[in-house]
């Protein structure tokens, strides 16, 4: 298929960007992985933007700017537990030009039902920070997403900075998927388990393609804590998730988790990796 037509503006700053934001009708151009020239007349291209391409961790939070791409998850630049979670879902997103190209930013704001970020940002509780005509505002990641493909983001917006708490030392975390032949996986569950003296203090369990929506199960979660991570809770966190399917990776999930809670092993991203991506 022949792309369409379109116009490009290249931005050389934030002011720039939501000029070209303002009229309502055009896209922002970081990675260029979801973007459909033929569909969108007018895109702004933001990667000469200083400091879009911010990543660091402050004050127990990772600060994370649209320009980062996929593949700086795939290294050491996140360190602790949030950088073993990142390491283990990164290698499941896309092929190595994909990862190279696209931001973690970009996944967020297209929301794909199937897509892992939007999950990890929704399981950690992260907050997004958008710039417009109005100033800045700060949404919560689980309110931020109200559909598939659909967010409180405002089409003269531009999503500046999405925030990450960070994660304690000690935490394990866990992935697993079920993956066809699709670019997507066709169902997934991430975990996250914080654990004194072997009761769980702490645990997050995020379903990915559950739901229009990015999925927390909380029920699964309240099951676990105050609870010796065991086989026996586990099976009972995962016996209230609805769906079979989901509840076979939340039980992989979890028991991945507690592996790397007991080692404090790092995630080997040659070990992890699975199927095909986009």
Known sequence: MRPGTFECITADSVEEVLSALADGDTAV?????????????RVVDINRVPG?????????????????????????????????????????????????????????????PAAEWP?????????????????SRTVPAEAFFTGAFTTLRRPDELLVEVCFPALRAGTGVGYAEDRRTTVFPQAAAMATVTATGGVVEAASIGLVNAAPCPVRARAAERVLLGRPLSDSTIAEATAVIEVAAFRTLVRRALSQARTRMRSGAQVGLQDERGGAGR
């Open 52 to 112: 879009l391409d911010l990543l660091a961790e402050q004050d127990g939070v990772l600060r994370v700017g649209p320009l980062v791409r996929h593949r700086v998850f795939e290294s050491n630049a996140v360190g602790g537990p949030m950088g073993d979670l990142m390491r283990l879902v990164v290698c499941h997103i896309g092929h190595p030009p994909v990862r190279a190209r696209g931001t973690m930013l970009g996944s967020l704001a297209y929301a794909h």
């Open 29 to 41: 151009l970081a990675g260029g992985q979801s973007l459909a020239p033929e569909s969108t007349p």
């Open 119 to 135: 999950v990890v940002a929704v399981m950690l509780g992260a907050r997004f920070v958008l710039a417009g005509p109005r100033g």
